[in-house]
């Protein structure tokens, strides 16, 4: 089943990079696949983890129907509990940002470990990012500098209101050498 998550997932992302930098959409699900297996996620979190922005980034509902198709109840659900709803567009970026963090505040541990795994490959591709092109790497991002070390911080008191792991250690040196940088 795996197989097919990768699958659908790489068709998906085909023609998708990450910000900035060129490098296929792929990669980034993967590592957040992995990241989740790492934590004791079972195959379903992994899936999802392969699938967490196919809704937000390719098709919404039609996708989310299909996701339910191939991959059942808990995927869907899992991937739904990943996904910002975009469908308010007169919020402001912080107002959609903040909605999209209470949701993770009361989301199930399974929702909770994709959106660590999540975040976690993300700063890590920031931080990468930003050793290698410096303060320029702000400008990727809605929010700038402040607000999305802002976000990042957020997420991390979510997590570790939750419970203290690894990865939110991990998340917390990585923030903490962005902050100290700025």
Known sequence: ????????????????????????????????????LEDGGDEDEAIAALLHDAIEDQGGDKTR?????RFGQRVVNIVDGCTEDKTLPSLS????????????????????????ADKLH??????????????????????????????????LEIYQQQHSTFFTLELTRLISRLEVAC
């Open 65 to 69: 129907v299909e996701i339910h198709q």
């Open 93 to 116: 970026w912080k107002e959609r940002k903040l909605k999209y963090l209470e949701k993770i505040r009361l989301a199930p541990p399974e929702v909770r470990r994709v959106s660590l």
């Open 122 to 155: 993300n700063m890590r591709s920031i931080v990468a990012d930003w050793e290698r092109v410096g303060e320029s790497i702000w400008l990727r991002f809605t929010g700038g500098k402040q607000g999305t070390l802002w976000f990042y911080q957020s997420f």
């Open 1 to 36: 089943m795996r197989n097919a998550g990768l699958v659908y997932a790489t068709r998906l992302h085909n023609h998708q990079v990450r910000k900035g930098s060129g490098i296929p959409y792929i990669s980034h699900l993967i590592s957040v696949a992995a990241l989740v």
